[in-house]
């Protein structure tokens, strides 16, 4: 340790203050969120294993730039609580002989508590007498735990991807130029596997004032952080970004169309964020806006503007993380960097409409989708037959010219100069190409929308056009991959099959009119393959993908706040139709909240437990009403002949919430049932006849969903 700070002053003697800093080359912005949640999360864990941690006192608060990670801790305990421990030994009668000498299970025990047999004591238990000794183990101070506590945080960081530098053998996201470690204005004794000591010096900004500023606690640090011209908390870059970002937009006479993402990732990659408003020529504005936005926000890291009206301007704001005395000349090279991809994209914006779409469809034979699968080509024409399905069944709400239109040329946009240039626009383009060969509206549309959703936050298709083509193309992606054992695993799904899935989950739960058995879908998909160019067999692939889809929707569902036991005991039904299953498991939710739901779930879990362990034959035997012993018997069979066709009809038609309120009413006559009748009668044809009248309770709620494996409420 070195002396303390002589500008430091102590706090209360039993806790304590520590600050670390991690200073390194720039973190990715994509990185550097997750690092600092980290690494709060991670000094929080090691101070509560090393018993330093002070629930409701200690205060631990961490931030970070591209350059640095940084926490802080203050009110820690500044020494661990003596440990005292109690070590049992042998019996007193197996302790000593009957001369009162020690043996050696005695002496042994002694032994292995460091002391001779006299400093052993008696411990008297309802079990008898006991030789014991107690261990006192003062605790450790908060400087001789820390650098081991550094050591398991600094090799703990989960980044997606480190490297070394040098020779050396540690591993990190980024090089670690310095570090500061003080506890209580002293220097922690600490290095790295590589020898980089810490201190008490930190960097300021890289360009603008660099340091080095000497700290001594977490005032000092954050004084020291302004003096280097460092903003070190993320929230206050985001908020001086888009208080910017408004305000230039305006100067220049319009709004600035501000994006979340663009926000963090520009905090992101900035100590000292700067905007600054560019231009660039309005010839580019012929150019489609999808265009020019991708350029500035996804390539540059630009802030569009746009009218009031919504139209795109010729200007653009940038942030620069560096104040110099004359911003016009870091302008000038933003509008420069911006001009040459602009320049490229009026190009091929140029080129591309030269030729029709469609004539592009043979070049797609010359990009392979997946090695297994075929060419985009191959895909193509598979995913032409299946929209053409799919536009079958959708009758008359759609034109199957238009679908099978917008599926022949879906896919020849990548083939494109533009989106050579800019993939993030396949899709976008090719309605575009579509539109200026005389396309209809719905193809164009469709064509468009058809990756649509690409995420869970990503909109749906607007058309049904849109929807039917997104699903062919999700479903034989879907289709292929399983067919081939291409599976999700718990890190990899290189096909983004989950988002596939949970895309077309989310268009069926959307929409209701469109009713598909996916079951028939996915052995029509399967067929739309070359004989053997799938490994595993259709049976295989249709219910592993089924099987993925009900997880898929399980995990929408719950996302949404349904349990998984509501779509539990609807899957057990082996149905196939999302939509479907989505209604019963809402009607289930609402289920839950009638008084009855309680005894009707517990009825319905007794007769599953009673007919499971029949050993009679009793799904083959005709319930015979003439052979009720009890008028309890009779009473059930009487309400459910008569509840029966109001549930059916509620059913066919979908009312799933009907169909339970009117099943709920039969509590009652179910409860009389189970305390008047005697199920298991010693009288075979007794027993087999209450059987089957309990069998036809189960298939009534069984119209809706197995009841029985609804989860009981509590209490």
Excluded at 212 to 232: H, K, N, T, W
Excluded at 290 to 299: G, Q, R
Excluded at 390 to 414: F, Y
Aim: net charge neutral; glycine share 8%; proline share 5%.
């Amino acid at each position: 340790m070195l002396c303390q700070h002589e500008n430091y002053r102590k706090g209360p003697a039993n806790v304590a203050e520590f600050l670390w800093e991690i200073g390194c080359e720039e973190i990715p912005a994509a990185m550097l969120a997750d690092g600092v949640r980290y690494f709060a999360e991670a000094m929080e864990n090691q101070l509560q294993k090393a018993g330093l941690y002070q629930p409701g006192v200690t205060r631990i608060e961490s931030q970070g730039t591209p350059r640095r990670l940084m926490v802080s801790i203050l009110e820690m305990a500044n020494l661990q609580a003596d440990h005292v421990e109690e070590m049992r030994g042998p019996p007193l009668e197996r302790a000593f002989d009957p001369q009162g000498k020690p043996t050696k299970a005695a002496e042994g025990f002694a032994r292995s508590c460091g002391v001779g047999v006299a400093e052993l004591k008696h411990l008297q238990t309802p079990k008898g007498a006991y030789l014991c000794y107690t261990i006192h183990r003062p605790g450790q101070g908060a400087s001789q735990l820390l650098p081991g506590m550094m050591a398991t945080v600094l090799e703990g960081f989960a980044w997606p991807k480190t490297q070394r530098w040098g020779r050396g053998r540690m591993r990190f996201v980024r090089p670690i130029n310095w570090m500061v470690a003080i506890l209580d204005g002293k220097i922690v004794d600490f290095s790295t596997v590589d020898g980089l000591k810490a201190g008490d010096q930190t960097q300021g900004h890289r360009f603008m004032a660099r340091g080095p500023f000497r700290v001594f606690d977490r005032e000092s640090y954050r004084q020291a952080m302004v003096a280097g011209r460092v903003i070190l908390e993320i929230k206050t870059r985001q908020e001086m970004i888009e208080t910017g970002v408004h305000r230039l937009a305006a100067q220049a006479g319009g709004r600035a169309m501000v994006l979340g993402e663009l926000l963090h990732e520009n905090a992101n990659l900035t100590e000292w964020p700067l905007p600054l408003l560019g231009h660039f020529d309005p010839s580019y504005l012929a150019i489609p806006p999808e265009v020019l936005t991708t350029s500035m926000k996804n390539h540059q890291k630009y802030f569009p503007v746009e009218d009031a009206h919504g139209a795109l301007m010729p200007c653009f704001i940038a942030i620069s993380n560096t104040e110099v005395p004359d911003p016009s000349l870091v302008i000038q090279g933003y509008e420069r960097v911006l001009r040459a991809r602009l320049e490229d994209a009026a190009f091929y914006w140029e080129e591309d409409r030269k030729l029709p779409l469609e004539s592009r469809l043979d070049a797609l034979k010359k990009v392979v989708f997946q090695a297994k699968l075929g060419s985009l080509y191959d895909k193509t024409m598979r995913i032409v037959r299946l929209a053409t399905r799919l536009a079958e069944i959708a009758g008359s709400r759609v034109n199957p010219d238009h679908v099978v239109s917008g599926a022949r040329v879906c896919k020849c946009d990548l083939v494109s100069g533009l989106v050579g240039q800019f993939p993030e626009l396949q899709g976008v383009m090719g309605g575009y190409y579509a539109q200026h060969d005389g396309a209809p509206p719905q193809v164009v549309q469709a064509i468009r929308e058809h990756y649509r959703p690409q995420g869970a936050a990503d909109g749906l298709p607007t058309s049904l056009e849109g929807r039917l083509l997104s699903m062919a193309d999700k479903l034989d992606t879907l289709v292929g991959c399983f067919g081939i054992g291409l599976v999700p695993t718990g890190t990899k799904d290189p096909f983004a099959l989950r988002r596939a899935a949970l895309g077309i989950i989310r268009m069926i739960l959307d929409d209701g009119r469109l009713r598909l058995h996916w079951g028939e879908l996915c052995a029509w998909a399967y067929d739309s393959f070359p004989p053997g160019m799938l490994e595993n067999t259709k049976r295989q692939t249709v219910d592993s993908l089924i099987a993925f889809f009900f997880g898929r929707l399980q995990h929408h569902l719950k996302t949404d706040g349904f349990d998984h036991d509501l779509i539990d005991a609807v899957q057990v039904l082996g149905l196939d139709d999302f939509h479907d299953v989505g209604q019963r498991v809402r009607a289930l939710d609402q289920f839950r909240t009638l008084p009855s739901y309680g005894a009707l779930v517990a009825a319905n879990k007794r007769i599953a437990n009673i007919l499971q362990k029949a050993g009679e034959d009793w799904r083959n035997h005709s319930l015979d009403a003439a052979a009720f012993a009890d008028a309890a018997e009779g009473d059930l069979k009487e309400h459910l002949d008569a509840a029966a066709v109001t549930v059916q009809s509620a059913v066919r038609s979908g009312a799933y919430d009907e169909a339970l309120d009117h099943l709920a009413r039969l509590r009652p006559v179910i409860d009389a049932f189970f305390d008047r009748v005697l199920v298991m009668d010693p009288d075979p044809a007794k027993r087999l006849n209450r059987l089957a009248l309990l069998a036809r309770v189960r298939d009534a709620f069984q119209t809706v969903a197995d009841v029985s494996r609804l989860s009981a409420p509590e209490g």
